[in-house]
């Protein structure tokens, strides 16, 4: 079987490129975490506070209010998510801040993964594995 080649105009990173690319990419994980929670906790508000019957003009402005809110955090978390695209990055899990990066390794794509609270980029996995297949990264894993 032939090595397959990478995509033109598709970034891949070096582990060394990854880690360089982190204080970046950490910041923008961090508030992604941070609005993903507050975005779940608001949309739970605002089931708790919907009436069952008629709602007084008050509590629908109230409910107007929080949907509005809401909306903005949305129009955030989509500004955050064109960020890491930009960057090459590709947003896994909002919740935890688990990111992968595409990378070439002997001959194929693969993502490297980084989350959250690492120190660095030190994890590895298949494009359909995702992150329960996820392996250490050895000096010698061959990333191109």
Not at 108 to 132: D, S, T
Request: hydrophobic share 40%; glycine share 8%.
């Amino acid at each position: 079987m032939a090595a397959r080649k990478p995509m033109p105009n598709k970034k891949y990173f070096t582990v060394q490129e990854a880690n360089s690319a982190l204080p970046l990419v950490r910041a923008i994980a961090r508030d992604v975490a941070e609005l993903a929670h507050d975005l779940r906790e608001r949309y739970q508000r605002l089931g708790r506070n919907r009436p069952g019957g008629a709602a007084s003009e008050a509590h629908q402005e109230e409910m107007q209010q929080m949907e509005a809110e809401l909306e903005g955090a949305h129009e955030r978390m989509r500004e955050y998510e064109a960020e890491l695209r930009q960057l090459g990055v590709d947003l896994k899990d909002p919740f935890t801040g688990l990111l992968d990066f595409p990378a070439w390794m002997e001959g194929r794509p693969v993502y490297l993964c980084w989350r959250l609270g690492e120190a660095e980029v030190g994890h590895w996995h298949e494009l359909e594995a995702g992150f329960a297949g996820r392996q250490k990264l050895t000096v010698d894993a061959g990333l191109a």
